[in-house]
């Protein structure tokens, strides 16, 4: 089958006699963003639930000044370990002091932005982000987010949860809190008079416009000094493990210590493939922030699907299911794979192959020794286009 499915076909119909035209009510630009879906490849069989959500289709909570939008098992049923929230700040504007059950790991997608937060023992925490950069939260720990003057007016950031179940609408604000506390019980927690907490909000604030912030030494408080380990990672300053077909950029625990959840930042050229693999961790949880692209599941017991996605999308692998990634667009993909584990591990198929036995591999597969000959003792996450010559890669 050719890596894309022929337009001028009848929708749901193939080369062959499989399949037909669709002669009822259709969403033919619905149709467009999914070829594979539509016109699956005949590997594709049996049952496997949905592993795709986009953002596009979430609730958008509009706040003066900023949004939000989430995809969580409530949007993505599969998606059981982690959720994720979309969020956009203007200039000035806050996402409000708070704290959650769940650890919270954050992409910035475009943009800048302030953080500040307070553990236990009283440390303290700021940073300025900006595209590329990573921060995490500890379940618990107080922060906030405010967006910052930029070209692009505040910032716009992923955030990933360790708990498919979590719900944007269920965190801890301290407004929130304030305005559900007797007055008498905080002007003696604050020791001051009541009549000094007149103007306390009367219900949460969550994203509003706010003061804007003073220099970054200004904001720096002293606590009982900084928190032991830096809640940001520079992840586009980390370098990339460049290959032929793209590159990737890994960040766990041995780059970012104070994260207890690991991820990947993945660049296809056009045509290029991460490789046959497979996560022996846990389920992986994705972000396609640029390009197009298609991924088939294989969830054992003869069942595969294909599914494509597209800037915006979100996709989920359940543990240990092999898969892949193709670049099917003309530009390069970009694409983060977030896990809640803390160090990053995944399991090449190539590899595998090349370091078993080759009698045994080859009485398997009624392959030639010249396909393994062409694998690697090394991994290769990302390939080009194309095959392969012999003798390894």
């Given at each position: 089958m050719s890596s894309t499915p022929q337009d001028d076909r009848p929708a749901a119909s193939m080369p062959d006699t499989r399949g037909a035209d669709i002669i009822g009510p259709r969403n033919p630009a619905r149709e467009a963003q999914d070829p594979f879906t539509l016109r699956p490849p005949s590997t594709d069989k049996g049952t496997i639930p949905n592993l795709k959500w986009s953002f596009a289709d979430s609730h958008m909570r509009l706040e003066e000044g900023g949004w939000a939008r989430q995809t969580t098992v409530?949007?993505?049923?599969?998606?059981?370990?982690m959720a994720a929230v979309n969020m956009r700040l203007r200039t000035n504007v806050a996402r409000e002091m708070h704290w959650h059950k769940e650890a919270e790991w954050s992409y910035v997608i475009k943009g800048k932005a302030r953080l500040t937060a307070v553990d236990q023992e009283g440390r303290t925490f700021i940073a300025d982000v900006a595209e590329g950069d990573l921060w995490f939260f500890p379940g618990g720990i107080p922060h906030s987010i405010q967006g910052l003057q930029s070209d692009l007016d505040g910032v716009e950031f992923l955030l990933v949860f360790d708990d498919g179940a979590f719900s944007e609408d269920s965190t801890f604000l301290i407004t929130d809190w304030l305005a559900h506390t007797p007055r008498d019980i905080l002007a003696k927690n604050f020791r001051v008079a009541e009549a000094e907490l007149a103007h306390l909000p009367s219900k949460e604030r969550y994203i509003f416009p706010a003061a804007a912030p003073a220099s970054f030494a200004e904001d720096t408080m002293a606590g009982a000094g900084p928190v032991p380990q830096s809640f940001v990672?520079?992840?586009?300053?980390q370098e990339a493990n460049r290959m032929p077909?793209?590159?990737?950029?890994?960040?766990?625990?041995r780059v970012f210590p104070a994260s207890t959840m690991s991820a990947a930042l993945v660049e296809l050229e056009p045509g290029g493939l991460r490789e046959l693999h497979w996560h022996p961790t846990g389920d992986e949880w994705q972000y396609y922030i640029e390009g197009e692209g298609r991924m088939t599941v294989f969830g054992a017991e003869s069942k595969a699907r294909t599914f494509d996605y597209r800037a915006g999308d979100v996709g989920y692998v359940p543990y240990a299911m092999g898969h892949y990634i193709e670049n099917t667009g003309q530009e390069p993909l970009r694409f983060l794979e977030v896990f809640r584990s803390s160090r990053y591990a995944d399991v090449s198929l190539n590899q595998w192959m090349k370091l078993?036995?080759?009698?045994?591999?080859?009485?398997?597969?009624?392959?030639?020794?010249?396909?393994?000959?062409?694998?690697?003792?090394?991994?290769?996450?990302?390939?080009?286009?194309?095959?392969?010559?012999?003798?390894?890669?």
């Open positions: 409530r949007e993505l049923p599969i998606a059981k370990e990672h520079r992840l586009m300053a077909g793209g590159s990737v950029r890994i960040a766990d625990e078993t036995p080759p009698e045994l591999v080859r009485s398997h597969l009624n392959i030639g020794q010249s396909v393994l000959d062409g694998l690697s003792k090394d991994k290769h996450p990302v390939l080009p286009p194309g095959p392969q010559p012999s003798g390894g890669v």
